[in-house]
């Protein structure tokens, strides 16, 4: 008598009272079914933040998945993915013979960057969508490297609704670096004038509508503001999303992959023993143009 295979099918469980989810019982590693792909599009918009464990990917199979969301973002050559250019980031404290880098690397010290609360290229004209990072070697359960998350968008909700009409007029500034980084050896005049754009303080996600605060460190100046008092307005609306209610902490199991929304969540690195613990993870950022009209094209998924 033969028995049926056990067959797996993609399930969504929260992981948070207002954000993130796990998604099960979906191999990413080899072309993902248009149904299942609109289950994952669908918990994105929702949820926010994505895991999904044990995904064997390469970095062939991670960039052939991430192209499911749009265009991926090309690196440019930098000490943030170890002057790799192409679609991968390396986001790592070894060298590229797996060896600790010393804590003065000036990509370790680059890298410490990722520590404060932020939200991938938001310095770009195109922000980014999303982001997916992947762990091929993670630090021991229990030692942190954690990746924390807020949700921006629940923050908005919560916030109190004195000021959003004020809010949702203002235009802020984001900068690749500090102004007063002079000495920045990662981006030169020309990428640090380039990587200076403007975006609203409060977008709306264009599948469901609900809208969120944009900001995070890049987030540096709201125009036709005093400087510092808008720099304030921008550090307490950043501290206001990312109070613990609205964070889930993600700890990592080796082959996780970690799928969040860079519209409207905030992410930050946690620190651990750099100097005894081997961390590296590879990322893929997909481009936020055009999202909206790919979707828009799909087709819903034909009844079974
Ligand atoms: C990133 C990032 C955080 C981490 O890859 O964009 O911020 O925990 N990473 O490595
Ligand atoms: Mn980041």
């Not at 191999?27 to 994952?40: E, G, H, Q």
């Not at 981006?187 to 754009?197: G, I, S």
């Not at 023993?273 to 009209?293: C, I, L, S, W």
Request: with cysteine; charged share 20%.
């Amino acid at each position: 008598m033969s028995v049926a295979p056990v067959s797996s099918r993609l399930q969504i469980k929260p992981l948070h009272p207002l954000f993130a989810a796990e998604v099960t019982g979906v191999d990413l590693t080899v072309p993902v079914s248009r149904d299942n792909f609109r289950a994952i599009w669908d918990a994105f918009n929702r949820f926010e933040v994505l895991v999904i464990r044990d995904q064997g990917f390469n970095d062939d199979t991670q960039i052939a998945f991430g192209k499911n969301f749009g265009p991926l973002e090309t690196m440019e050559a930098h000490p943030a993915n170890n002057f790799r250019p192409g679609h991968i980031a390396v986001m790592t404290n070894l060298d590229a013979n797996g060896n600790l880098l010393p804590l003065d690397d000036p990509g370790m010290l680059h890298r410490l960057r990722n520590e404060a609360w932020h939200t991938d290229s938001s310095f770009k004209p195109v922000a980014a969508l999303c982001s997916m990072l992947h762990g091929r070697i993670v630090p021991p359960v229990g030692v942190g490297g954690n990746t924390d998350f807020a949700s921006a968008r629940a923050a908005y909700a919560a916030y109190p609704d004195t000021r959003k009409a004020e809010f949702e007029g203002m235009t802020v500034i984001h900068r690749v670096a500090k102004p007063e980084d002079k000495n920045d050896p990662a981006y030169n005049a020309e990428q640090k004038k380039r990587l200076t754009v403007r975006h609203p303080l409060v977008r709306a996600n264009p599948v469901n509508g609900l809208k969120n605060f944009y900001a995070g460190a890049h987030a540096q100046q709201i125009e036709g503001m005093d400087e510092a008092k808008g720099y304030q307005l921008l550090t307490d609306i950043t501290a206001f999303c990312t109070q613990p209610q609205f964070v889930y902490s993600h700890q990592w199991l080796q082959h996780d992959l970690v799928i969040w929304d860079n519209r409207s969540a905030l992410h930050r690195a946690t620190t651990f023993d750099k100097t005894k613990y081997k961390r590296k993870m590879h990322r893929t950022t997909v481009a936020g143009a055009a999202q909206e009209e790919y979707f828009a094209q799909m087709p819903e998924p034909l009844a079974a």
